[in-house]
């Protein structure tokens, strides 16, 4: 058996989380002002892709995912070839996000970073990553990915868990 692996979780942001996909967050003045002058629109803050020859469309799906307590024993990553997915929270929680480049057709070494109360993420295609995690309490989610034909979803249990502590 390997040396145990413990990696620390790092506070999410946009230059930190670029190689994975796009941070979900108000900054900055909005790009429009819209609804009489009463609403800010930040606006096309995600590139949504889904693979054209796989067809398929894009979709609103809403999860509700159960507390995952910190130290996080993270033992599955899963991809989407087929289409990015992004999580908006519709609670307060904080959440885990837990990331990995791909080595060879499997997770490479994983990253982790934790998502602030208003912030949201968009994971780019093909990219590894962890299940959904709230981390103060049950968190709701709008998750919009590509629904359709075809297997959209590749997992890999890794063989030597890794603990993550914040």
Same mark, same amino acid.
């Given at each position: 058996?390997?040396?145990?692996?413990?990696?620390?979780?790092?506070? =999410?942001?946009?230059?930190?989380?670029? /190689?994975? +996909?796009?941070?979900?967050? #108000?900054?900055?003045? *909005?790009? &429009?002002?819209?609804?009489?002058?009463?609403?800010?629109?930040?606006?096309?803050?995600?590139?949504?892709?889904?693979?054209?020859?796989?067809?398929?469309?894009?979709?609103?799906?809403?999860?509700?995912?159960?507390?995952?307590?910190?130290?996080?024993? =993270?033992?599955?990553?899963?991809?989407? /070839?087929? +289409?990015?997915?992004?999580? #908006?929270?519709?609670? *307060?929680? &904080?959440?885990?996000?837990?990331?990995?480049?791909?080595?060879?057709?499997?997770?490479?070494?994983?990253?982790?970073?934790?998502?602030?109360?208003?912030?949201?993420?968009?994971?780019?295609?093909?990219?590894?990553?962890?299940?959904?995690?709230?981390?103060?309490?049950?968190?709701?989610?709008?998750?919009?990915?590509?629904?359709?034909?075809?297997?959209?979803?590749?997992?890999?249990?890794?063989?030597?868990?890794?603990?993550?502590?914040?």
């Amino acid at each position: 058996m390997n040396q145990p692996i413990t990696i620390v979780a790092e506070p =999410l942001t946009a230059e930190a989380f670029a /190689p994975f +996909g796009e941070v979900l967050q #108000i900054a900055g003045a *909005p790009d &429009r002002i819209i609804n009489q002058g009463k609403c800010g629109r930040y606006h096309d803050l995600a590139g949504m892709d889904f693979t054209p020859e796989a067809g398929g469309r894009a979709g609103i799906s809403l999860f509700q995912a159960e507390l995952r307590p910190m130290p996080y024993l =993270l033992d599955l990553l899963e991809r989407h /070839p087929l +289409g990015s997915q992004a999580f #908006i929270p519709m609670s *307060p929680s &904080r959440f885990l996000v837990t990331v990995a480049e791909d080595d060879g057709g499997k997770p490479g070494h994983p990253r982790a970073f934790i998502a602030g109360p208003g912030q949201g993420v968009n994971l780019r295609r093909n990219v590894w990553h962890g299940v959904l995690c709230p981390l103060d309490g049950t968190g709701l989610y709008g998750v919009v990915d590509r629904i359709g034909e075809g297997d959209n979803l590749e997992e890999h249990w890794l063989e030597d868990p890794i603990t993550v502590t914040g």
